[in-house]
């Protein structure tokens, strides 16, 4: 039988930094996790020396997780999607090069990143300026990471919200094998598209994207009905997605060697990750586990 993984986000956090990110994934019962390499809301990096990254490698080979399936996430201040504000175009340039030599640092392969704003700049403009970025960055970066484009809720001037800017991306960049998606199920719920009916969700991304650019998924149920543009998680079988929805993307054999990331919020200061991990591996909602 093929292998499901699954984890969740994991903080990183002093003294134990990437060891302790892998123990946390490791108990609630994961098989893959995903981690920002510093703080998410800001570019402030500690040299990757000091991250504890060997020991930490050392217990994933241990517990027998897949180097291959782990995720590390771009901060999300950056910006390549609006070449009009200069200084934080290139700023977000410099970071996203730096970014992706640290995700090589920790052996791993996949970076996430959210597409940008146009900031009322136009989806013309984004477009244009996604690609110019992705293009100078794989030039410097000297590394073979991917970069996962999120699929986005496409709030404000939020890029990447539909399958076809997507599209345009990877068929436009000079180095579409470094480019994929990062498919988020709150995000295309909330974007319009009905995440329960996954054989047309599958059947369009394949049409317009390719499957074989889907290189993660972020199963997280939303606080919104489909089409709210909100972006607000949920957890699981708790929002307007439901349970018997999303447990279909963690089984479905077509995306059975994607990783598979929760990002739903924590319950009453607690994560709740080990037991949606399990109800979502079991296909069993237990009603009101949150109580
Ligand atoms: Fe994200
Ligand atoms: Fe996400
Ligand atoms: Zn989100």
Not at 191 to 204: A, M, P, R, T, Y
Not at 229 to 252: C, P, Q, S, T
Request: charged share 25%; hydrophobic share 35%; proline share 4%.
């Amino acid at each position: 039988m093929d292998k499901i993984y699954i984890g969740s986000h994991v903080s990183m956090s002093g003294p134990d930094y990437y060891i302790g990110s892998v123990k946390e994934a490791l108990t609630y019962g994961s098989s893959t996790f995903m981690f920002y390499t510093g703080a998410p809301q800001n570019s402030f990096r500690i040299p990757t020396d000091k991250l504890k990254i060997a020991e930490g490698r050392k217990l994933i080979k241990e517990a027998g997780l897949n180097e291959d399936k782990i995720v590390v996430h771009a901060p999300y201040i950056l910006n390549i999607a609006n070449q009009l504000n200069e200084s934080l175009y290139q700023i977000s340039k410099d970071n996203l090069v730096k970014e992706l030599k640290r995700v090589q640092d920790f052996g791993l392969k996949i970076l996430v990143l959210h597409p940008g704003s146009h900031v009322g700049t136009g989806v013309e403009n984004g477009l244009d300026s996604i690609v110019k970025a992705l293009d100078e960055v794989f030039s410097k970066d000297g590394t073979e990471v991917k970069i996962a484009l999120e699929t986005m809720a496409g709030k404000g001037g939020e890029m990447g919200s539909s399958f076809d800017q997507l599209h345009y991306i990877i068929t436009h960049v000079r180095n579409p094998e470094r480019v994929g998606v990062c498919l988020d199920t709150c995000h295309v719920n909330d974007e319009g598209l009905d995440i329960n009916d996954i054989d047309n969700v599958l059947k369009s991304f394949d049409e317009i994207v390719g499957l074989k650019y889907l290189l993660c998924i972020h199963i997280n149920d939303s606080k919104n009905p489909m089409g709210s543009h909100k972006d607000r998680h949920e957890n699981i079988g708790y929002g307007e997605i439901g349970f018997e929805a999303l447990a279909k993307y963690v089984h479905d054999p077509r995306l059975i060697n994607i990783p598979k990331i929760l990002e739903t919020p924590y319950y009453d200061g607690k994560p709740p990750y080990k037991k949606e991990i399990e109800m979502l591996l079991n296909n069993k909602f237990e009603a009101d586990w949150r109580k």
